[in-house]
């Protein structure tokens, strides 16, 4: 029988816009996911979606069972999250900070859903620039943090995992090398928010362990940092997502650091006590659906 998971995949194929990323939004494996679209056109004598498109592309079938998705699973939705607001209540609020500055770029958006989703949950951003952002969970001046996880203090919910790039001036002398490693950065300066030094994973993963020191400079704006670079001021190490637009129109050049990528994992943190609350789930939930279909080079965290 057609079942709400089933529907529930396509939903999530059409959103990440391959099968590596649905996987990972449902929580799959790759191959439980192939195996539950195999038995899907088993049933329906036929392809779902054609499987060399990008994005995919579905076909008369999958398109017609995506429209009975669309029409029931936002009401099936909704009405979880009405029942939830009258067994948890329906009001409160979640005071966000963030660890990860550059995730503005694609917080608004998910903040715009989730109000549209909780209305009576009131949500903020904590502002300015915090040296230890658990620090807030802990006095109660915050209610969820997104970056780093902190172990099991509090609860933790993984969101997903994205290469930091290095980032340059089109003719910086190291534009010519394919990848870079730490003896690179020997004499450069690096433009990086102003955080210590041990929540910089360029700094703590790469440039300590090989006895490298740099210069650092900090700015707090995106913008200003990718400026400074244009500039030929320093260079940077941030989020692949971050600066993807600069550098398709040739503002900026990146580069890989190391063989295998400089790799770093995104977490929402909450007190213990907040962890069961239906609107913190759901914005987790809305975080990772939203993200797996608008950030390239990610990989949503199980």
Known sequence: MLELRHLRTLSALRSAGSLVRAAQLLNLTQSALSHQIKLLEDRYEGPLFERKSVPISFTATGARLLQLADLLLPEIELAERDVARLTQGDTGQLRVVLECHTCFDWLMPVMDEFRRRW??????????????????????????????????????????????????????????????????FKGETLITYPVPEQRIDLIREVLKPAGIQVERRTAELTVAVLQLVASRRGIAALPNWAIKNYVDYDYVIARPIGE?????DLFVSVPPAQQHKAYVRDFVHVIREQCASSLDGIKLLS
């Open 119 to 184: 209305p009576d949950v009131e949500i903020d951003l904590v502002s300015g620039f915090h040296s230890e952002p658990a620090d807030l969970l802990r006095t109660g001046a915050a209610d969820l943090v997104i970056g780093s996880n902190y172990g099991t203090e509090f609860a933790t919910f993984p969101l997903f995992r994205f290469e930091i790039l290095v980032v340059m001036a089109q003719k910086h002398r190291l534009a010519a090398q394919r990848r870079l490693q730490a003896a690179d």
């Open 260 to 264: 295998a990528g400089l790799w770093s």
